[in-house]
C-alpha cells in the first residue's frame, strides 16, 4: 500500500493542476467589459468622441507630415505661429471639433442601439446590418473629419513650420542621436542600427 501512495499523490496532483489549468484557459481578454454602459466603447472611447477628440483616426496624416489643429495650438510659441496663423488654425480646430462630436455622438448612440439590441434579444440579420453599416459608416465620416482637418493645415505653415512640429511631435527626430529616456542607450542604438 505504502508503494502505491507515491504514484496516487503525483495522480492527484496532476489531476488537481490540470483541472485549475483548464478553468483558466477559458477566460476572455474580454472579462469585465460585461459591466461598460456600451460593449464596443470604453469609457475613455465614449468621453474621447463626445469632446471631438481625434480618437486616432488621424494617424495616416499625422505621422506622414501633415499636422493637426489642436497640436499645432499646444506648440504655437515653439513652431513659432504667427497670429494670422493662430487665428486659422483655431477656426479649423473649431469647425472640426464641432464637426467631430456631433458625428461622435452620432456614433455613440448607433453602438448604444446595437449593444442594446442584442441585450434584449430584438436583434435580427436585418437589424445587424443596418447598424454595423450605419456604425461603419458614421465610423468613416468621422475619420473624414479629422483627415481632411489635417489635408488643411499644412496650407497654413511653411516647410520650417512643419519640419518643427514633426520634430516637436517625435517624428522627426534620430534615434541614433536621440535616445528616449528610460531606454538602455547601447541596446536602443543596435536596435535602431546606430552601430557600424
Known amino acids: 500500500m505504502r508503494a502505491l501512495l507515491p504514484g496516487f499523490l503525483a495522480l492527484t496532483i496532476v489531476a488537481v493542476a490540470e483541472d485549475a489549468r483548464s478553468q483558466h484557459i477559458h477566460v476572455s481578454k ?14 475613455d472611447d465614449i468621453q474621447e468622441l463626445r469632446r471631438g477628440g481625434g480618437w486616432g483616426l488621424a ?9 493637426g489643429p489642436a497640436h499645432l495650438l499646444e506648440l504655437s510659441d515653439q513652431i513659432p ?12 480646430y473649431k469647425a472640426m ?11 455613440i448612440r448607433l453602438e448604444m442601439e ?3 439590441a442584442f441585450a434584449d434579444g430584438t436583434i435580427t440579420e436585418e437589424m445587424l446590418r443596418q447598424l454595423v453599416d450605419g456604425i461603419s459608416q458614421s465610423r468613416g465620416r468621422l475619420r473624414y473629419i479629422h483627415l481632411s482637418t489635417h489635408l488643411s493645415t499644412p496650407k497654413l505653415l511653411t516647410e520650417d513650420q512643419i519640419a518643427r512640429y514633426n520634430q516637436l511631435r517625435g517624428y522627426a527626430s534620430d534615434p541614433c542621436e536621440n535616445v528616449p529616456a528610460g531606454h538602455d542607450a547601447k541596446m536602443w542604438l543596435k536596435h535602431n542600427g546606430c552601430e557600424q
Do not use: W
Open 30 to 43: 474580454y472579462a469585465g467589459e460585461e459591466q461598460r454602459q456600451i460593449k464596443g466603447l470604453s469609457e
Open 59 to 67: 494617424k495616416a496624416a499625422e505621422l506622414n507630415g501633415a499636422p
Open 81 to 92: 505661429l504667427n497670429p494670422s496663423q493662430i487665428s486659422a488654425v483655431e477656426q479649423l
Open 97 to 107: 471639433q464641432t464637426a467631430a462630436i456631433e458625428e461622435g455622438n452620432e456614433l
Open 114 to 116: 446595437l449593444d442594446s
